[in-house]
Each structure stands twice: as structure tokens, then as C-alpha cells.
């Protein structure tokens, strides 16, 4: 049985945001609901006005298919009209896990059912929750859409933490953790096989490089388990981000096996050696930039520690792409519009080892 510390899932989702207006609304609405914040709340919050409120929304705004599509605010108050718009749109082929979406609905969904006993938002769970087993590939991964899109979308994702909070979601049923203790026997087993699955795919999709194991890529071939390519910007690679994320999935599980332990230790020992050092970030005015601004990367001999977003597959070194597939020889290189809107390199994996990895194997008692 997987156990996992308590405080993770709350950690996790609180950097996890369902962003934005719907766009079939058209409502050019620029408000910004924070899922992870809406979560914390305390479990009589959601007898509240308010939370019932979004409660119904969060049904209103489930496709046939029993998942959700992202980067709609479903927390904002929709007019009659509007919300006879969302209900005609309830056959659209728009679900997903990106961007939170799905399993955070579900999330709100069994704390609302849990506070209520309302029977509507247990059978909005269940329909979620069976399609999420439904859209599981036989070899334990996710798709990002489901149904099938053509394309990278058929992937297995880890991109921007999609797979990752499918499985925080199964481990929270899996031990019966108090917002899900009204689950059925047949879908606690289906989630307890689900969740199993899911973490033996992560071990094999571990990527090895000259003989070690390294990190993750974001996303992966759903037939091969080869790493593989997404946006144009976004080719296949070991994942600086993707990786750290995994790490703490794997770091959570509270009496992990030695099949969990080395994973870490490697994943672990390969961002140490792929620190990019001597730089730092830097953010120079110009009132003619787009965004008031020019991010670049400079050097500085007491710069922080930095990982690359993609590591290059056969050389290890860090892979700068930019729109259109055209791999820069460095960070500067990249158009202004990707360098200044995409995460390329950043500190992801500082706090990781400075502080959380050591005390792990001090825990675990690993050399």
C-alpha cells in the first residue's frame, strides 16, 4: 500500500491555478480562480452560499464524457443566458488533466458531497472519477485530452504536473483520506490498480544517459514509453521541471521501497550534475518591450544555482528551442516573445536539494 505525507497534495495544489475566462462565453473576463486556495478552505466552508454555489457550476460545466476542459474561471457567477450556453456545450471532446483540470474538479466535488450528502455531487464525482480510469492507458499512463486528440496530445503527460495530480488524487481515495471516505469498494480496488500502474510507468519512462539514470521528459510516446515532442518549442528532452515534480512524488511516499529510493537518489544526482552555475537571471527595463521589460541571462560568478526547462538527450546539456523548432545555441539567442514568456530556466531544483532531498535520506537513512 502507497502512504503518503499529508501536507504534500495541499503544497502541490497550491501552485496549481484553473486560469481564465471561458471562451465560448466571450466574456473577456480577466479573473483568476485559485483551485489550491478554494481546497484549503475548511470542511464547513462548503455548506456555505458561495461554495454550493461553485459546486453547481463545477456540474454545469462537466462534458458527457465525465471530465473537464481547462482555462475556464468556473468559480465567477454565470448569467441564465450563460448558463444555458455551457449546457448546450456539454457533448464538446474538450476534456482534460492540463492545466488542473479534472482531478482538481473532482477534489471540490467530494468536499462539497462530503458537507452536503447532496446525491448530485457524488454522481458528478463518479462520472468524473470513472473517466479518468477510462482514459488510463493499459501501460499506466494519461493522454492530456480525453477523449483522443490527434497529435501530442495522445502523449503520456507530465507536462505542467497533469499525470502527477491524477495520482495525488488516486492516492488521497487509495487511503481512504477523509473528503473520499464515501467511496464505493469497486472503485477504491479500481483506484488502488490505478495508481499502481500509474507509478510503475514512471519508473520506466526514467530516462538513462551514458549508461545512468537521469530525470523525466514531459511528455512520452503512449505505445513506445519513448520520450517525445510536444509544441514546437518543446522537443523531446530530459525535463529540468518535470523532473523535480516527480521527485517529490516519489519523495512522498513515506515508506518507499528500494525501487523508489534509487529513482530519487539518481534523478536526484543527475540535477546535481546538471546545474547550470555562474549566471543569474536578469530582468532589464525597456519601456519599447512588449512587456516592459527584457529577461536575459548574464554572468555572475555568485549567481544561484539554475536548471535548463529541456536537457539535450544524447549530450546532456541544456536545449534552448524556440518557436518553429529552431534550437539556440544559448538562452540569449531565443526570440524575445519565447524568452520572455516561457520558463526556459529558472531555479527549479534549488530548494529540492538544498534542503528537501538531504533531509529525506537523512529519514531514510540513505548515504
Known amino acids: ?14 501552485f496549481l491555478f484553473a486560469f481564465s475566462s471561458q471562451e465560448e462565453l466571450k466574456t473577456g473576463s480577466e479573473e483568476k480562480t485559485n483551485w489550491g486556495e478554494l481546497l484549503s478552505n475548511p470542511d464547513e466552508w462548503y455548506q456555505n452560499k458561495e461554495a454550493i454555489r461553485i459546486a453547481d457550476n463545477i456540474i454545469l460545466f462537466q462534458r458527457d464524457c465525465g471530465g473537464w476542459p481547462k482555462n475556464i474561471n468556473m468559480a465567477r457567477e454565470l448569467t441564465e443566458n450563460e448558463k444555458e450556453i455551457v449546457e448546450n456545450n456539454k457533448s464538446k471532446s474538450d476534456a482534460t488533466i492540463d492545466n488542473s483540470s479534472t482531478y482538481t474538479h473532482l477534489r471540490y466535488l467530494a468536499k462539497a458531497y462530503q ?9 458528478s464525482f463518479n462520472k468524473g472519477f ?3 480510469i477510462e482514459a488510463q492507458y493499459t501501460n499506466g499512463g494519461w493522454p492530456q485530452f480525453y477523449p483522443l486528440r490527434k497529435g501530442y496530445y495522445t502523449h503520456i503527460t507530465f507536462n505542467d504536473d497533469a499525470m502527477t495530480g491524477v495520482m495525488y488524487l488516486l492516492h488521497d481515495i487509495v487511503q481512504q ?3 473520499f471516505t464515501f467511496i464505493d469498494k469497486v472503485r477504491l480496488e479500481q483506484a488502488t490498480i490505478s495508481e499502481q500502474k500509474g507509478l510503475d510507468v514512471i519508473f520506466k519512462t526514467q530516462i538513462t544517459l551514458t549508461g545512468k539514470k537521469t530525470g523525466w521528459c514531459a511528455q512520452y510516446n503512449e505505445e513506445t514509453l519513448d520520450p517525445a515532442d510536444a509544441r514546437s518549442y518543446e522537443l523531446a528532452s530530459i525535463s529540468g521541471k518535470e523532473t523535480v515534480t516527480l521527485i517529490y512524488y516519489l519523495m512522498s511516499l513515506i515508506n518507499p521501497d528500494g525501487k523508489v529510493k534509487q529513482a530519487v537518489v539518481n534523478a536526484c544526482r543527475w540535477l546535481e550534475d546538471a546545474k547550470i552555475k555562474g549566471y543569474k537571471l536578469a530582468y532589464i527595463p525597456d519601456s519599447n518591450a512588449a512587456e516592459g521589460y527584457n529577461r536575459v541571462l548574464i554572468k555572475d560568478k555568485n549567481g544561484p544555482d539554475l536548471w535548463a526547462r529541456f536537457y539535450n538527450l544524447e549530450t546532456g546539456k541544456p536545449l534552448y528551442v524556440d518557436r518553429g523548432g529552431k534550437v539556440c545555441e544559448n538562452y540569449n539567442d531565443i526570440s524575445y516573445e519565447r524568452r520572455n514568456n516561457y520558463a526556459y530556466i529558472e531555479q527549479f531544483a534549488h530548494k529540492l536539494l538544498t534542503e528537501d532531498f538531504p533531509e529525506w535520506k537523512r529519514k531514510h537513512g540513505i548515504e
Request: aromatic fraction near 24%; charged fraction near 20%; charge should be positive.
Open 177 to 179: 483520506k477523509p473528503a
Open 1 to 14: 500500500m502507497i502512504i503518503f505525507k499529508s501536507f504534500t497534495i495541499f503544497t502541490f495544489l497550491f
Open 130 to 132: 470513472d473517466y479518468l
Open 115 to 123: 458537507a452536503s450528502g447532496e446525491n448530485k455531487y457524488l454522481k
